[in-house]
């Protein structure tokens, strides 16, 4: 079975909030701007491929008094992302002593995937990473999931997928792969081994 890891929020903690605290003394404050300037769909577009520059201007256009903290966004990136989830990190390790066949997909714009993967000594142990930044493509899109058994002549069929998104999780079962549904790495130990994978 090939098992196929989400990267964000399942093997590295990721969440803007980690920068936007230290801006922000009103949380309520933090969560409307995340909400509604600085939101998902605009940072999935960095995700497709947008460069950081373009992303910053569109968001300065749409609201210029928040100018200050969406260049924060950019400028400070890195400490969106403190470090891995040491729970899942052991499972992965885990399955690699085991000679498990291990993938990756991630929703993660190229340049920054670029400058955080040195970071991350386990990202080496995947076999590919499909970065959806250099692709152009994002998940749940069917065509990153097919991308990544093309280019690794893998079948989906064979694949057990592992994301915290609901969203995608549905993607991946579209395309014909097995599925986990990540809320914590106890919950995905028991089901891996349930499945006699671990």
């Not at 803007?16 to 801006?23: D, E, G, N, S």
């Amino acid at each position: 079975m090939n098992i196929v890891f989400d990267l964000g929020a399942v093997l590295i903690e990721w969440d803007p909030r980690h920068l936007y605290r230290k801006v922000f003394s009103d949380p309520e404050k933090m969560e409307w701007f995340l909400t509604n300037v600085c939101h998902n769909d605009w940072n999935l577009e960095q995700d497709r491929g947008r460069s950081f520059d373009e992303a910053v201007a569109e968001a300065i256009a749409r609201h210029p008094k928040w100018e200050r903290e969406i260049k924060l966004y950019r400028d400070h990136w890195v400490e969106m992302v403190p470090g891995d989830i040491p729970g899942t990190v052991q499972i992965l390790e885990e399955l690699h002593a085991k000679g498990a066949p291990l993938y990756a997909i991630t929703n993660w714009n190229g340049d920054t995937f670029r400058l955080t993967h040195s970071r991350f000594k386990f990202l080496s142990l995947f076999r590919d990473i499909v970065v959806s930044g250099d692709e152009k493509m994002v998940k749940p899109e069917p065509d990153i999931f097919q991308l990544l058994a093309s280019r690794n002549n893998i079948k989906l069929s064979e694949s057990i997928f592992i994301d915290d998104s609901a969203k995608n999780i549905k993607g991946a079962e579209a395309v014909g792969m097995k599925t986990h549904h990540f809320i914590t790495p106890e919950g995905l130990r028991a089901d891996l081994k349930r499945r006699n994978l671990i």
